[in-house]
């Protein structure tokens, strides 16, 4: 479904004011102070320049005199505009960066320091040195954000694809007794204190304008996935009721058949235990990454994008089966936790799927028509078949809802409400 048009122009019109301060403000020398701030020990630095701008942050590189031996430091700002919450963003992120960096063997930043500043929140890390993969992987002759190389050599990809199982491996056998965001306790004991903040929530709140109170609350955590998964559900369903822009709905029938689809994919989740008794988990699902893009730079048609992708996922999962072979043969992983048989099934059975769909609000139409009904529901003949497997409750309030949005206009860009005004995002 797409996004509220006015609500993206307002975003990035508060982006772009943010950056326009931002640049006018020496950024450079901003970030060789908060440098000499929290370092004080390695001497002044010498300079600071851009390092990279994503989508979420702006790097920047803090240079000391070769002298004193002292390594480059990054300075990591969260951009106002793209992301919403970029407190609760940074704090996440720190612990995230924390815990991993002590509790696996995968090359993490070591984070130096975490604060605010008149731009906003930031973190000063080590570099890691490298190549990103994906620089390697790509298709050179496309521009924009990467695209895998269709014409990579089989030797190359698993080289690769070895690379990345053997991450995937080691998170896999994280252990937290819930669902949510990391805080860094006393004495580097980690818990889970917070609401997961995921890349989904971020784009209903800053393209959709959902409001905070649409979402879980800061300290809210899942005991179960299948609690989480149904979380999930219900912010898809409340995406389409509180969008004030709807410009994807074209009549009274496809407003229905959007809600038939958010109601019938809740009901799912409440069901769904394709795994364990706990319910679904992400960790047991063939990762939707292996041709670098994300999934809204699919193609329109996914089955178009399923072609492409089904011979580079049994390529991985051959990888990740030699990876768990070999761990097991050193004593380093037991047979419970091997991966691959999981996410090859997790194409046959739709959990595939039902993760993406839970996901990507912005997909979750095209997902939901086109894997998930027919497989759990079976052969659609009219809508009716399905309005008939809803409950009493989700029917009566289907029909206020049809009522109630056919009968309001569209806000025009005067009358929006703006959830997130550029005064509250300073403090968010």
Known sequence: MEFDHIAERKQEQKATTWLRLWSNRQPELLSMHLAHKHRPASGKPISACLWKSGAFNICYQVRYNNSNEEPDIIIRFAALGRAILRREKVQNEVATMN??????????????????????????????????????????????????????????LKHAYREMAILVLELSRVELDSIGALQDTKHDCFTITKRPLTFNMNELMASANLPLEAFPPPSHTFTSSTDYFYSLATQHLLHLRLQQQNPSITSEEDFQRKLIARYLFQNLTKNLH????????????????????????????????????????????????????????????????????????????????????ARYSSMFDEIYWGFVDRRFYGDLGSLQDRVRLLSEEQRREMDELVRGKMGQCDRGEDEFEDHYPIDMLLEL
Not at 110 to 133: K, Q
Not at 136 to 147: A, N
Not at 277 to 301: C, H, I, K, M
């Open 99 to 156: 815990y991993l960096r002590k509790t696996t063997s995968i090359p993490i930043p070591e984070v130096y320091a975490s604060g605010i500043c008149w731009a906003g929140p930031y973190i000063i890390m080590s570099i890691i040195e490298g190549v990103p993969l994906s620089q390697l992987l790509k298709d050179h002759s496309v521009e924009g954000r990467p695209v895998l190389n269709p014409q990579i050599s089989n030797h190359s």
């Open 274 to 357: 394709l795994t364990n008794p706990q319910g679904p988990s992400f960790t047991y699902v063939a990762p939707w990454w292996l041709l670098l893009q994300s999934p809204e730079d699919w193609e329109g048609d996914l089955h178009q994008f399923l072609d492409r992708y089904i011979p580079r996922c049994n390529v991985f999962l051959e990888v990740l089966r030699e990876c768990e072979d070999e761990l097991i043969g050193q004593g380093l992983l037991s047979e419970s936790q091997r991966l691959a048989s999981r996410m090859g099934e997790s194409l046959d059975n739709g959990l595939f799927w039902m993760c993406l769909a």
